[in-house]
């Protein structure tokens, strides 16, 4: 696990950029919400892999912290997907769009349908 200092610091960082980043993002309701929704799902996703990290291999504990980190990764990419592909073309914003679903379909075939060994969690 990371250091406890690390970790205080990434987030006082990650938090500061987050409200720099809604200051200045002010009278555009999109913006904002978008911030908060990243916020939000990067704070879920440090939580998760937190929770993952700290509890026993095999236990129901990890597996709902897999869940976690799944979604919180799924929202994520649907996300800065929509934000990028809202700059594109129509072609591009496609590939764009298909390149997240399948990183969201990777990810889920490696953290629930992928084997695991036995020193894997």
Not at 24 to 42: I, P, Q, T, W
Not at 91 to 117: I, S
Request: glycine share 10%; hydrophobic share 55%.
């Amino acid at each position: 696990m990371a250091s406890t200092t690390a970790t205080y610091l990434g987030f006082v960082l990650l938090t500061g950029n987050s409200v720099l980043a809604i200051y200045r993002s002010r009278g555009d309701a999109a913006a904002v919400l978008f911030v908060l929704a990243s916020y939000l799902s990067l704070v879920l996703l440090f939580c998760c892999l937190r929770r993952f990290e700290a509890s026993a291999p095999g236990s129901a504990a990890r597996d709902r912290a897999r869940v976690g980190v799944w979604l919180a990764t799924t929202v994520l990419t649907a996300l800065f997907s929509w934000r990028v592909a809202a700059v594109m073309p129509w072609p591009v914003a496609a590939g764009v769009w298909f390149m997240g679903g399948c990183t969201v379909a990777g990810g889920y075939y490696a953290l629930f349908l992928l084997p695991r060994g036995e020193g894997d969690y």
